[in-house]
């Protein structure tokens, strides 16, 4: 995404993208893509009208320009929806607090995004995507009179099994502390977008994986201390892109394609579980999706699968 290279301080956008961050516990990810979004459209404003924007002035005729602008460039429409998406919660942001009274970019019709099914990894990838962690501190241990250090690769074995176990966002594992799980239950507290919590089972060989995991380490984690740590020793948690460093290089070891991210790891837990007659309903309390619909993708998938299998199957396919 594009932007000013040194845009001009605007307050009610500071505002804003703190909000997001503190009181609906929004991702750095989001609130990085939506300071860059509204940064742009400034940045298209002051080039088109030679002024910043009055956001409390902005007509439905500015802002159906600017769709017209990114059109001419070419933009995709998830990128052009990602934009509008950003100036949406950025206007409901403005009228909870009394500055305007409503959004001019209500009712503005967006091109529809594109139908894409997610990618997913079969069973039998995700095992050796599994196993791959601790095959490569062998392999490694085997290639030289070293020492190695196996945490890290019972840290990764641990956090992938927790990725898929519970179908978890890669932040949510990140986010995770020691009193999140339930050793007796087999049960894991969640915390997932805009701060909600759930509850999610989690299986026997992630818990076991963990707890490998924490007997190595020099110390046993407990209460509000992270369940991944970034170093093997008392400090700073995983963080999602080391962690989508590790993928890579795990993928890689098993041959499966490294430009899959964590997130493939999460559909391939939705995908899995339909697959295996799990009810929609259930999936998506699982995902800790707020709407329904957004599960639904997966049953488009697994059904193209049916599909297939029907075709290539059946005598008068």
């Given amino acids: ?92 942001f403005l009228i909870r607090r009394g500055e305007v009274e409503s959004s001019p970019v209500r009712n503005i019709s967006l091109p529809k995004p594109e139908k894409r099914l997610p990618r997913f990894l079969t069973s039998d990838q995700m095992t050796a995507l599994l196993a791959a962690p601790l095959k490569d501190f062998q392999e490694k241990k085997a290639n030289t009179e070293d020492a190695i250090d196996v945490v890290p690769f019972l840290r990764d074995a641990a956090f992938f099994e927790t990725v898929y176990s519970c179908g978890l966002r890669i932040s949510e594992v990140c986010g995770l502390q020691s009193e999140n799980i339930f050793w007796g239950e087999s049960l894991l507290r969640v915390r997932g977008k805009g701060k909600k919590e759930r509850i999610v089972p989690i299986g026997e060989p992630a818990l076991k994986s963990i707890s490998a995991y924490w007997k190595a380490l020099p110390f046993e984690p407990d209460g509000d201390l992270p369940v991944f740590y970034s170093h093997a020793k008392r400090g700073r948690a995983v963080y999602p892109a080391l962690m989508q460093t590790r993928l890579k290089r795990y993928l890689a070891f098993a041959g499966l394609d490294p430009t899959l991210t964590p997130h493939k790891l999460r559909h391939s837990y939705a995908t899995h579980l339909l697959d295996a007659g799990a009810d929609l309903r259930s999936v998506q309390e699982l995902l800790g999706h707020a709407h329904l619909v957004t599960t639904q993708v997966y049953t488009h998938l697994t059904t193209e699968r049916l599909k297939k299998a029907y075709d290539s199957a059946h005598p008068r396919a």
């Fill in 1 to 92: 995404m594009s932007g000013e290279t040194n845009p001009k301080p605007d307050a009610r956008v500071d505002s804003f993208l703190e909000y997001l961050a503190t009181e609906k516990g929004a991702s750095g990810y989001t609130v990085r893509n939506y300071r860059q979004a509204l940064l742009e459209f400034s940045g298209w404003y002051r080039e088109s009208f030679d002024s910043s924007p009055t956001w409390k002035e902005m007509a439905r005729d500015h802002f159906r320009s600017y769709l017209r602008s990114l059109g001419r460039r070419g933009l995709k429409r998830a990128a052009i929806q990602l934009r509008f998406s950003a100036i949406r919660s950025f206007y409901r």
